[in-house]
């Protein structure tokens, strides 16, 4: 099998190629606090053996599904390069993975084809330990340009697909973490294209408060958000 360390062009690519992999580890206890203190997730899964084991029932501290992610997206961006963009990345979380694994993202084209000006790259992606357990099966969508062909607009928004048709969303992003960017720029977005979007921001909230301090009543009114949504309400 052919991999494919760099791909700056679509035409450097054909289904079946690997492409380069990324390796992490051993994961130890400071990795995991490191992560958990920059996005703000305090849940003590990540952190505190004791209490993962006694009180939780896991095998031991568990890897931050967030950084699983970052991990896949990482990878993708390193192979795409300046010149290509990681448009769309899907994932499940299909096993634990535990303090001291060493983990690698893997990618595998799975088609290339030229869309317009453009070519789009679906690929397969996943997470596996030393011992090959795969936790995080996936697809990926990647636009690169054609050999000879326009850059891709720095504005990469133009490429979207219209959101007009984008069913209700309920949005949620604490005022102190990380993602509120993120939930920002989505709920301008959506209100933008005139879908029906609800949003919530409350001031000094960190990352998933309503689950970590259900006794706020940040977390009150966020959890009765969710039933009116679900109902909806």
Same mark, same amino acid.
């Given at each position: 099998m052919t991999t494919v360390? +760099?791909?700056?062009?679509?035409?450097?690519? @054909? =289904?079946? %190629?690997?492409?380069? %992999?990324?390796?992490? &580890?051993p994961l130890l206890p400071p990795h995991l606090m490191r992560w958990s203190a920059a996005i703000e997730n305090w849940h003590r899964i990540h952190y505190d053996q004791p209490y993962a084991v006694a009180h939780e029932g896991l095998p031991g501290l568990?890897?931050?599904? +967030? #950084?699983? %992610?970052?991990?896949?997206l990482q990878l993708l961006?390193? $192979?795409?390069?300046? +010149?290509? #963009?990681? $448009?769309?990345?899907?994932?499940?979380?299909?096993?634990?993975?535990l303090v001291g694994e060493?983990? =690698?993202a893997w990618g595998r084209v799975r088609s290339a084809s030229a869309v317009g000006e453009f070519g789009l790259v679906e690929l397969d992606t996943g997470i596996v330990n030393e011992d090959g357990k795969e936790s995080t099966p996936g697809t990926a969508r990647v636009l690169l340009p054609?050999?000879?062909? *326009?850059?891709? *607009?720095?504005d990469? =928004? @133009?490429?979207?697909?219209d959101l007009a048709d984008f069913p209700r969303t309920l949005i949620f992003a604490g005022g102190a973490e990380t993602l509120l960017g993120d939930g920002l720029s989505l709920c301008n977005a959506l209100v933008?294209? &005139?879908? +029906?979007?609800?949003?919530?921001?409350?001031?000094?909230?960190q990352h998933v408060w309503p689950t970590l301090f259900p006794e706020l009543p940040e977390s009150i009114d966020a959890m @009765? @958000?969710? =039933?009116?949504?679900?109902?909806?309400a």
């Amino acid at each position: 099998m052919t991999t494919v360390a +760099s791909c700056p062009f679509l035409e450097d690519v @054909a =289904t079946g %190629q690997a492409i380069e %992999q990324l390796t992490r &580890g051993p994961l130890l206890p400071p990795h995991l606090m490191r992560w958990s203190a920059a996005i703000e997730n305090w849940h003590r899964i990540h952190y505190d053996q004791p209490y993962a084991v006694a009180h939780e029932g896991l095998p031991g501290l568990l890897v931050n599904g +967030s #950084w699983k %992610q970052h991990f896949v997206l990482q990878l993708l961006r390193r $192979w795409a390069g300046t +010149s290509g #963009w990681v $448009w769309k990345v899907d994932f499940q979380f299909r096993a634990m993975n535990l303090v001291g694994e060493t983990l =690698t993202a893997w990618g595998r084209v799975r088609s290339a084809s030229a869309v317009g000006e453009f070519g789009l790259v679906e690929l397969d992606t996943g997470i596996v330990n030393e011992d090959g357990k795969e936790s995080t099966p996936g697809t990926a969508r990647v636009l690169l340009p054609r050999r000879g062909g *326009p850059a891709l *607009p720095a504005d990469k =928004t @133009a490429l979207l697909a219209d959101l007009a048709d984008f069913p209700r969303t309920l949005i949620f992003a604490g005022g102190a973490e990380t993602l509120l960017g993120d939930g920002l720029s989505l709920c301008n977005a959506l209100v933008t294209a &005139g879908t +029906s979007v609800e949003a919530h921001f409350p001031a000094g909230m960190q990352h998933v408060w309503p689950t970590l301090f259900p006794e706020l009543p940040e977390s009150i009114d966020a959890m @009765a @958000a969710i =039933t009116r949504f679900i109902k909806g309400a």
